[in-house]
């Protein structure tokens, strides 16, 4: 539309010292000549474009006009910037590049980012999560395949509603057709994810479903006691930081950990196992005997014919 590309002309000029009317032309996709009356309009609505000749030229604003920056401050403005910056990196997202460009001209000049926001997708399938977006934005009903914790997969259908970032992992939230209930997807074990042209109206109480939103209390938690060792402190740390710490004079470390029925969270036990020899299970005992089930299926699977 004509008003959103005279408004992004505005901003790009704000941010930049120079623009040829070809390098916009060929970003809007118009032709140099549609550019040229734009330029007319911009100058008509009084902004103060100036017009610079020569094999570098093109044009600009006049030097020293600047937006009125007491709308937000510079705190709100660089942390804007910096969430903004990293979603339009994950999901390639034009919209909110636009928006970053209208938010640096009223940011401070040349000031050193302070926060920086990387949410990693090496989990994830970028892909998988660009569709997830355009199909909540549109409405559209997905379909996909799953593999649940019990390994079994299944095809779903669901209505999206909201993309969910936690625990370094992604997660999808929407009505599960195939389940007929709110369900929660993590993006990473989903397959094949394909945008029906079928559209449905939200069910926005879904969104305030109480499995989804009250975490489990610390009195319904377990506690796992975990003896650490001196070469493996970093490493457990890195997973379980909020954990009460206890260190010993060895360099070694007891650490109590509170999880929700620990002998079926799977995810545990691949994370306790990952240490190898710098963590040792202590309490409960249930969990010693799944652990070291688990080490001797593996043997199996390494012993010589």
Known sequence: MKLERLISIIYKLLNH???????????????????????????????????????????GMMDGYKMDRSLLGSYDVNSLITVL??????????????????????????????????????????DALRHLRMAITGRNVVRFEYINVNNERTTREMEPLRLHFKYRNWYVLGFCRTRQEPREFRVS?????????????????????????????????ETVVIKVGPDALAEVMDHFHLAEKQFHVDGSMTMRILVDQ????????????????????????????????QLQNTLKLYEEV
Request: hydrophobic letters at 40%; charged letters at 20%.
């Open 17 to 59: 010292e120079v623009l040829s009317a070809s390098m916009l032309a060929e970003e809007f996709q118009v032709s140099p000549r549609t550019i040229y009356r734009d330029i007319e309009v911009i100058c008509a609505a009084g902004f103060p474009v100036v017009s610079h000749q020569g094999t570098k030229g093109g044009y």
């Open 85 to 126: 910056k990293s979603l339009s990196s994950v999901f390639a997202d034009e919209r909110a590049q636009g928006t970053i460009e209208r938010l640096q001209t009223i940011g401070p000049q040349h000031q050193i980012t302070s926060l920086s926001v990387d949410l990693e997708t090496h989990r994830t399938d970028p």
């Open 189 to 221: 074990r989903m397959l094949n994810v394909f945008l029906l042209q079928e559209t449905f109206l939200p069910d926005h109480n879904i969104l305030e479903d109480a499995a989804f939103s009250n975490p489990r209390r610390e009195d319904q938690l």
């Open 262 to 293: 620990p002998l079926k969270a799977r995810w545990l036990w691949a994370i306790l196992l990952g240490f190898g020899s710098g963590v040792e299970v202590l309490e409960p005992p249930a969990l010693r005997g799944i652990l070291i089930e």
